[in-house]
């Protein structure tokens, strides 16, 4: 699912209020985080990612990988913290502009 540059910036406003979800550390992405990302793009649709310090991955790597490993869609990266999104078809929940 691709999305518009006002449906991203609309997403980007709704995340500002957002709880951080995950935090990435040294450890970088394993299994159970994969697990919890998921879990929680069903339960939200809309989350934000911190990567720790001493993490040995980028931001945009991380948020790379976590788009491709639960079929998220990227909505930003600011600083260290990044935004998925992945609408959920079973509930209602975020209606895009």
Known sequence: MEISSKQRAYLRRLAVNEP???H???AD???ALIKQVDD???ARELIKCSLQR???MTTQQVLDELCQQTSAIPVAQIGRRCV???ANPEKP???LP
Do not use: H
């Open 20 to 22: 951080v979800i995950c």
């Open 54 to 56: 001493g993490a040995t």
């Open 93 to 95: 929940g975020i209606r």
């Open 29 to 31: 992405i394993t299994p």
């Open 24 to 26: 990435i550390g040294k």
């Open 40 to 42: 929680a793009l069903t």
């Open 84 to 86: 998925l999104y992945r």
